[in-house]
């Protein structure tokens, strides 16, 4: 079910693979949100330095590394309010109701587990989580791996894309530097994927720092490999 947005505009997924990819599109951008900046903070990266608040479809694509007819789409669904728009992009509210039709498709399909009991649904939740952490860290070592960043060289890699140069390298930050590397070495992997993989390692990412500055050190990311390598083997 479509839900309604301020303007009285229904906004939802859409229907079949194009909503798988909407879907997908969406988590991807959830995961590349700046640490504690919200909604406002992932368009501020997204746009770049054009500073007029709104996604436009060609800076979707390049941020994301997808064709800018499958970003248009998604402009598409869920510009809802296009009035005094030079442009077409999505602003924060757009983004954020986008977000909440997510969400709600998402428990729709979950409601025949109505009757769980309240206990059970957080108990399950939990399991859910834990499994696609699991999976996120399987995947991104196995990226690694793939882009020859290996133990050894983690170091070099936090320097060179560590930008604000506080020793630690957040998930902007990691997306950003495994795409970069990806596009280097022409690894057959888009940069929505790359953006997927690190948003399913959030939970492991967030466990594995430590001392709790939001993003990871050459010490802690070597032991969250290493952990999920012997856990693997």
């Known amino acids: 079910m479509a839900r309604v947005d301020g303007q009285g505009n229904h906004v939802g997924l859409g229907e079949g693979d194009q909503a798988a990819q ?21 368009i501020d990266s997204i746009e770049g330095a054009d500073g007029d608040n709104h996604i436009t479809a060609q800076e979707l694509a390049d941020y994301m ?25 999505l602003d924060a509210t757009e983004l954020t109701d986008a977000f909440k039709a997510q969400q709600e498709a998402q428990e729709s399909q979950n409601g025949g587990n109505g009757q769980q009991s309240a206990e059970g649904a957080g108990k399950g939740e939990q399991s859910s989580g834990q499994q696609a952490g699991d999976t996120g860290i399987a995947d991104l070592l196995s990226l690694l791996k793939q882009l020859g960043i290996t133990p050894d060289k983690l170091e070099d890699f936090i320097k060179k894309y560590d930008k604000n140069g506080d020793g630690q390298l957040d998930k902007q930050e990691l997306a950003v530097g495994l795409k970069a590397e990806a596009k280097a070495k022409g690894a057959d992997i888009s940069g929505m994927q790359i953006d997927t993989i690190v948003a399913k390692a959030d939970g492991a990412l967030t466990k594995a720092d430590t001392d709790g500055k939001e993003g990871l050190n050459g010490d802690e990311f070597s032991k969250l490999l290493s952990t999920s390598a012997e856990s693997d083997a």
Request: no cysteine; charged share 15%.
């Open 65 to 89: 590394q997808i064709p800018l007819p499958q970003a248009e789409q998604f402009l598409k669904q869920f510009n809802t309010n296009t009035k005094g728009e030079t442009t077409p992009g």
């Open 22 to 42: 909407f879907a997908s599109m969406l988590d991807a951008l959830k995961g590349a949100a700046p640490p504690g900046k919200g909604i406002d903070g992932l």
